[in-house]
């Protein structure tokens, strides 16, 4: 029972340009929603996080969004940088633990 | 302030085998939890240690397991290694079950 999904395995996206990084879920019961980010051979690092209350979180070039009647999450972040390549994990968090995406890999292209 | 570390880096075991990996929790932080992250998959939650009792586990069997050290450090054993146990595991601590989690780099353990 895979309770947060990302449909995307990959995505590539030109330098400067919007990357857009979707998830679905289907446990209404997450209290808030986060953003991990992770380097190979490096443990994932919180980006951003959502409660489960709001509908948008801003923080310099990263914004999440939530639509709860379409159990939906995206990451947009503007304008992508090199240094964004890496794989991306949104998770919810609900009953004191985090349940995670499969992951995205973001690639911008110089 | 030193962040969580975790060791050892790399581990090779054969099926049947016992292992024990180690996790130093962030300066300040009373929570550790564990997950396990298969080839492919994200992080799935093996169990939570608070204040050095088990608060939470994931979907695991009973040869998975753990402890929390009075000094807020953890161990994750594993017992009668299985082919499928083969994956980075990672551990995280936190300030209280809530609060953000920090994560360690892993350990990498390979059964053949």
């Known amino acids: 029972d895979q309770q947060v999904k990302q449909n995307s395995p990959s995505l590539s996206v030109q330098e400067g340009r919007i990357s857009i990084l979707n998830c679905d879920y289907t446990n209404s019961m997450f209290d808030y929603f986060l953003w991990y980010k992770k380097y190979p051979a490096e443990g994932p690092t919180f980006l951003i996080s959502i409660s489960s209350i709001k509908d948008k979180n801003e923080d310099g070039r990263f914004t999440v969004f939530l639509n709860k009647s379409a159990k939906h999450l995206s990451l947009h972040i503007v304008p992508s940088q090199p240094g964004d390549s890496a794989v991306y994990f949104c998770a919810g968090f609900g009953n004191e633990k985090l349940t995670f995406g499969t992951g995205t890999r973001l690639t911008i292209i110089p | 302030e030193t962040g969580v570390t975790q060791s050892p880096t790399h581990l090779i075991k054969t099926r049947g085998q016992q292992v024990t990996l180690r996790c130093s929790s962030q300066?300040?932080?009373?929570?550790v939890s564990w997950y396990q992250q298969a080839l492919g998959q994200g992080p799935q939650f093996i169990f939570q240690?608070?204040?050095?009792?088990?608060?939470g586990r994931g979907n695991f069997p009973p040869r998975f397991s753990g402890l929390q050290f009075p000094n807020y450090s953890s161990e994750l054993n594993v017992n009668a290694l299985e082919l499928d146990d083969s994956a980075l595991y990672l551990c995280?601590?936190?300030?209280?079950?809530?609060?953000?989690?920090?994560f360690g780099p892993g350990t990498r353990l390979t059964v053949l």
């Open positions: 240690y608070y204040r050095e009792e088990e608060n």
């Open positions: 995280a601590s936190s300030f209280g079950v809530i609060n953000e989690q920090f």
């Open positions: 300066s300040g932080h009373n929570t």
